[in-house]
């Protein structure tokens, strides 16, 4: 009899484990706090926007998008998800390009940085402060304006700043002046605890070089400080067989 109930028992025990293992993300119920003074989004067409991504194979649900409206926001949100009542993932996402999912997280809050945008030229045009949710192309028509450009870029520019400086940045010009992690001089960065930090290759130099390439697994970067030269006046583009003359500027 003494056994039976202790076999019953621990039936109930793996049951409730096996069920919590289970628990798929739409029963996860993220309630942030009033006093964190942030909106969490979960309505449908919000919800499955995000779980969606460019490769279109996988769907990775999360609990809420926030959308921010500072840097400050980011680091009110990673502070709760590690110190709050309960803990919860959270996921940047930019322009969602990825292919496999990265930019969600099951369960999890998922941090839409397309809210960030911003480029600033500095006065001695030799850098620009660009919000990480900035699209290339934006940072692209902000600098051309003042006859200055970032040195290298991508191919493709309507992917963000900071989603590709997660990765590495590639393209035409990258055999000449390196990858684009490689022309960045500062970033601004949320740690996982919610701390914001400056970092460059003096600076908080080991979370700099993690941060870049680093798939967001290391911090949200809010702001990058982007190398620029003078923009050409003129460009030629080899394309296959098609060989183009673009006039930047009359
Ligand atoms: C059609 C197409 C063309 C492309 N062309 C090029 C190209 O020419 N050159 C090139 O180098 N790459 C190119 N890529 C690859 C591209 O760089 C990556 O897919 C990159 O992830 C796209 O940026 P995103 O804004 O869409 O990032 P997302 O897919 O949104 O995010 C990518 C990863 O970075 C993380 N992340 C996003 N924002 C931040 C942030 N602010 N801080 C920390 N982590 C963050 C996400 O969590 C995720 O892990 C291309 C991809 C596609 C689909
Ligand atoms: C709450 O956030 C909004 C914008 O997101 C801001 O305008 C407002 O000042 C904030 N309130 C407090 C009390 O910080
Ligand atoms: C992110 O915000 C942008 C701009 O507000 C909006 O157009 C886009 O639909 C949002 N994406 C997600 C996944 O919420
Ligand atoms: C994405 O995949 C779904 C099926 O999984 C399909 O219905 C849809 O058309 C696909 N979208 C694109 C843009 O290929």
Redesign the pocket.
Known sequence: MANLRLMITLITVLVCLFSSFTKSSKDIRIDLPKSLNLTLLTDPSTISAASQ??GNITTVTPGGVICPSSSSDISRLLHYAANGKITFQV?????????KG??SVSGGVVVN?TCLSDVVVSKDKKYADVA??TLWVDVLKKTAEKGVSPVCW???LH??V???L??????GQVFRNGP?ISNVLELDVISGKGEMLTCSPKLNSELFYG?LGG??QF????RARIVLDHAPKKVIIHEKMKTMQIRLKS
């Open positions: 991504d460019f996921a940047a996402r930019g322009q969602g390009h990825s292919l990265q930019a940085m990480a949710g991508t191919d493709y992917i963000s900071g989603g590709t997660s990765n590495g940045g590639i393209g684009l941060v798939l967001g911090g949200i970067i809010t």
